[in-house]
């Protein structure tokens, strides 16, 4: 399944004095299985792109096409798009409203007409998924858990809907440092184990390296850079200049090598620094 996008533009509030032009002629396909992650400053248009992805928003110009079929034509039933294609907004628990969580979680699928075992067996899939165990959550009231715990029920209410895309809008944004690191995890799982293609909006670059296969940098409704990370992190100088930066371990790469020493390029993360760093020291 892919996604083509085709000479986008959105304008909000055309023909007002409020008029502004969100995106600009965006071109683009998203195969399956990629993990793409979206950067960009805020007004850089990302939420405004990920919003048309399934339908939320209509493009004033250009095309979204989503496993060949056209969404921007009035013929295709939205809803359709929408279980293929999930999307998970930033602080997606403020949407939680059920008494518990097994019936916040099974309230997509029932929508979808399934039958009651059909249901059971889609949330406890999901929460498996999200890593709650159903046993211990299912008659908890999600109100009750923790910031990180309510991310995972929100998010497993869109997994339980099985789309075959996961678009996640900043998705620890607000969370302390462990709620962070397990709704990473937990994505990541998604995208490694069940072959999902994830679609990651965020502003943290260390996140993205660590997760992305594939990092498309948008500025003023431009796509500027699209690349493997390692081409990307590469255009500092570029990145810089529209207010970004890359993760702080390429810095102290490039400075490394400055002074001589024979480390690639291509480390990213604190992971791979740490690894030859102690190499080097050995």
Do not use: W
């Not at 998970?88 to 059920?98: G, I, M, R």
């Not at 869109?158 to 895309?165: L, R």
């Not at 024979?262 to 992971?271: A, L, N, R």
């Amino acid at each position: 399944m892919s996604i083509k996008i085709e000479k986008l533009t959105h304008v909000y509030m055309p023909g007002t004095p409020f008029e502004k032009k969100a995106l600009d002629d965006i071109n683009l396909e998203i195969v399956e299985g990629q993990f793409v992650a979206l950067i960009g400053h805020t007004g850089s248009g990302k939420s405004t792109l990920v919003q048309h992805l399934n339908g939320l928003l209509k493009p004033t110009s250009g095309s979204i096409i989503i496993d060949g079929s056209n969404i921007s034509v009035g013929k295709v039933k939205l809803s359709n798009v929408r279980k293929k294609v999930g999307l998970v907004f930033q602080y997606p628990e403020y949407q939680l409203f059920e008494e518990t969580v097994e019936k916040d979680i099974s309230f997509g699928p029932q929508k979808l007409g399934l039958d009651e075992a059909a249901v059971s067996e889609r949330v406890k899939r999901a929460m498996e998924i999200v890593g709650l165990d159903y046993e211990k959550y299912k008659d908890k009231s999600p109100f009750e858990l923790s910031g990180g715990q309510k991310r995972r029920v929100a998010i497993a209410g869109v997994v339980a809907m099985e789309p075959k895309v996961l678009i996640l809008d900043e998705p620890t944004a607000g969370l302390d440092p462990k709620g962070r690191d397990e709704i990473l995890h937990q994505i990541k799982n998604l995208h490694k184990e069940y072959g999902m293609t994830i679609i990651l909006v965020s502003h943290s670059m260390e996140d993205v390296a660590k997760l992305a296969d594939r990092i498309l940098v948008m500025h003023e409704g431009k796509v500027i850079l699209d690349g493997r990370p390692s081409e990307v992190f590469r255009e500092i100088e570029l990145l810089e200049s529209v207010g970004l930066a890359v993760p702080q371990v390429t810095y102290l790469i490039r400075e490394l090598r400055k002074k001589g020493f024979s480390i690639s390029e291509e480390i990213f993360t604190t992971e791979q620094a740490l690894d030859v760093l102690l190499k080097i020291l050995k």
